[in-house]
């Protein structure tokens, strides 16, 4: 006897799907059987993206968005709910940081962190509740079976690390963003979550063999970083039907670090 989770007939939208973990969570939905909508600014890596999970017989489109852009939110929403459907499930991934110390941190670089990671994912995660919040009251057309919002926040979000302060800051935010979202919006079928990855290895942060890199993963429980497919499981539970009684969870994905 099996056990599945199976997305089919699911619409999912994924921002910052261009690369490293959003890449990763589009191409996880996609052979779980939803129909996923890459968004991002990079639109030509979301084609290829695209043509990519076509080859495997999945379901994608592309949408262009920037996160720091309230009205590029809007439209991008509404363009995918025109051409897919309604949203069934949201990945608010997009993020960015710096590495600097706080005392050489500029009004510049401040809100070049907090503009994506929090403000960015707080209207994303707004827009795409009003329309699902409109199905589950009948004042929007279509079948409503439950929203899934899943935040990406990070372990930097529950535990101070160097260099990296306003980062922290900023996913602490959406950690706690999500416990209100699970809060008001839970009693309408719309579970929100947020997943905080440890060190996970991509095409951005491949720097884990250079000498600083070594030190760091040396101070991990485990001496080891993840990879992006070790969040596939977790994802796809938190999307389906099945995680129904899962709602404001903060849940770590990091081997450990958090609990070190």
């Known amino acids: 006897m099996s056990y599945t989770l199976d997305l089919s007939g699911r619409v999912a939208l994924i921002t910052g799907a261009s690369s490293g973990l959003g890449k990763q ?23 290829t993206l695209r043509s990519e999970i076509e080859a495997e017989g999945g379901d994608a489109h592309v949408v262009g968005l920037d996160v720091t852009d309230v009205n590029s939110i809007r439209s991008a929403v509404a363009h995918a709910e025109t051409e897919v459907g309604p949203i069934d499930i949201l990945i608010n991934n997009s993020g960015v940081s710096t590495t600097e110390r706080l005392v050489d941190v500029t009004e510049e670089s401040y809100d070049f962190v907090f503009d994506t990671n929090t403000r960015g994912a707080f209207f994303v995660a707004q827009e795409v509740a009003k329309r699902m919040l409109a199905r589950a009251k009948g004042s929007a057309p279509g079948t409503y079976t439950g929203g899934r ?9 529950l535990r101070t690390l160097p260099q990296i302060g306003v980062y922290c800051m900023s996913k602490a935010a959406v950690i706690h963003m999500t416990k209100v979202m699970a ?18 290895d991509t095409e951005i942060n491949h720097h884990w063999t250079t000498e600083s890199g070594q030190k760091l993963v040396n101070m991990l429980p485990r001496k080891r970083v993840g990879t992006p497919k070790d969040l596939d499981a977790l994802l796809v539970m938190l999307c389906s039907a099945q995680s129904d009684f899962i709602n404001g969870a903060v849940i770590s994905a990091d081997d450990g670090m958090a609990a070190a």
Do not use: D, H, M
């Open 149 to 157: 919002i899943v935040n990406i926040a990070s372990a930097a979000g």
């Open 25 to 47: 969570f589009a191409l996880t939905l996609a052979q779980a059987g939803a129909a996923v909508v890459l968004a991002g600014r990079r639109v030509e890596l979301l084609k």
């Open 183 to 200: 809060a008001e919006w839970g009693r309408f079928g719309i579970t929100t979550n947020a997943v905080c990855p440890g060190y996970i």
